[in-house]
């Protein structure tokens, strides 16, 4: 069963733009996770934040968790035309150690 | 460090046919995850395999089974494929531990007629 969220479903934007998606979940954390998939291939990992974590950076990525609304956001900043793709998140939950998976989120850059 | 393959990339079968998947983990990883992704959707979890057992399962038939080999490298099988069975089919290794980050493979096309 699928815990997480993603929302929007799908954002178009011009490059340059910073473009932000949000992921929900259901059950407590030990950590979440988003990755990126480029059109029918696998997911690459991008950034991981712990429950005890309330942001963290990495480049041009930024990523907030809010455990007490069980919601995370991914922010990309000065996006470019190789951002496009879909993003998940996925929960890593407190009770076992196999990743959970939203829907995703469509992410297109126009240039 | 060597990723995460799979082999084969596309294949097509016949409906009640039976497939194999495979997939070799990244070097040092001693866990792997095989999810099954539908166009436009998000990764559903297959099963999970730790050193040759199998350790959790997802909501899939007896007909999707599975093996870890002692090196770690890993194969699904399908049997009396449906036309529901095409998917992108996605293999991830990992560590054991936490924080469970997951290096994936570049999947399977498999397409039912």
């Known amino acids: 069963s699928q815990q997480g969220e993603e929302d929007p479903q799908a954002l178009s934007i011009q490059e340059g733009e910073n473009a932000t998606m949000n992921c929900s979940y259901k059950?407590?954390?030990?950590?979440l996770q988003w990755y990126r998939q480029n059109s029918g291939r696998g997911l690459v990992h991008l950034i991981l934040?712990?429950?005890n974590e309330r942001e963290k950076h990495s480049g041009r990525l930024r990523v907030t968790l809010d455990t007490s609304k069980k919601s995370s956001s991914l922010l990309i900043t000065a996006s470019r035309a190789a951002d496009t793709a879909s993003y998940f998140c996925?929960?890593?939950?407190?009770?076992?150690?196999?990743?959970?998976w939203g829907a995703g989120t469509k992410l297109i850059i126009k240039p | 460090e060597t990723g995460v393959t799979q082999s084969p990339t596309h294949l097509i079968k016949t409906r009640g046919q039976q497939v194999t998947l495979r997939c070799s983990s990244q070097?040092?990883?001693?866990?792997v995850s095989w999810y099954q992704q539908a166009l436009g959707q998000g990764p559903q979890f297959i099963f999970q395999?730790?050193?040759?057992?199998?350790?959790g399962r997802g909501n899939f038939p007896p007909r999707f089974s599975g093996l870890q080999f002692p090196n770690y490298s890993s194969e699904l099988n399908v049997n009396a494929l449906e036309l529901d069975d095409s998917a992108l089919y996605l293999c991830?290794?990992?560590?054991?531990?936490?924080?469970?980050?997951?290096?994936f493979g570049p999947g399977t096309r498999l397409t039912v007629t």
């Open positions: 991830a290794s990992s560590q054991r531990v936490p924080p469970y980050e997951q290096y």
């Open positions: 070097s040092g990883h001693n866990t």
């Open positions: 395999y730790y050193r040759e057992e199998e350790n």
């Open positions: 059950t407590s954390i030990n950590n």
């Open positions: 934040i712990r429950s």
């Open positions: 996925a929960t890593v939950p407190d009770s076992n150690y196999q990743l959970i």
